[in-house]
């Protein structure tokens, strides 16, 4: 496991005996990119591919940790829920930080935003139901 947090989660799903998977699946996604033109049809409607893995695969849901929520993590994030409805996707954050310096936007006004479950430290009980 790579961070402090994921050990934590690992940890909190063991004393639940709660059955997991760690870092079983990778999802495809595109993002659009911006201030590009195709070379041969000079279209700007270029997307590009990338690929997604998550943390935790419980039985019906998949859980991404994150200590620090970047503007990569959330354009990742939202191209998962809008590409992927199907999957899910809930994030246990380490922190409620602001997602700058500057802004009074928190991780979890963010999250609220756009329609992601989310927790903060560990995974609630009634989603280990």
């Not at 639940?16 to 999802?27: G, N, P």
């Not at 997307?47 to 419980?58: A, E, S, V």
């Not at 809930?90 to 935003?113: G, I, P």
Request: hydrophobic share 35%; aromatic share 14%.
């Amino acid at each position: 496991m790579r961070s402090n947090l994921e050990r934590r989660i690992a940890a909190q799903l063991d004393n639940a005996l709660v059955s997991y998977k760690y870092e079983e699946t990778s999802y495809e996604y595109w993002v659009k990119q911006f201030k590009c033109e195709c070379q041969d049809c000079h279209s700007s409607d270029i997307i590009k591919w990338h690929w997604y893995t998550p943390d935790f695969f419980l039985l019906d849901m998949v859980i991404e940790t994150k200590g620090k929520m970047t503007p990569k993590d959330r354009k990742i994030l939202l191209a998962m829920k809008e590409q992927w409805p199907e999957v899910d996707l809930r994030v246990v954050f380490d922190k409620d930080n602001k997602l700058r310096r500057t802004s009074e936007t928190r991780y979890s006004d963010w999250c609220a935003q756009y329609g992601i479950t989310y927790a903060i430290k560990e995974i609630p009980h009634d989603w280990l139901r």
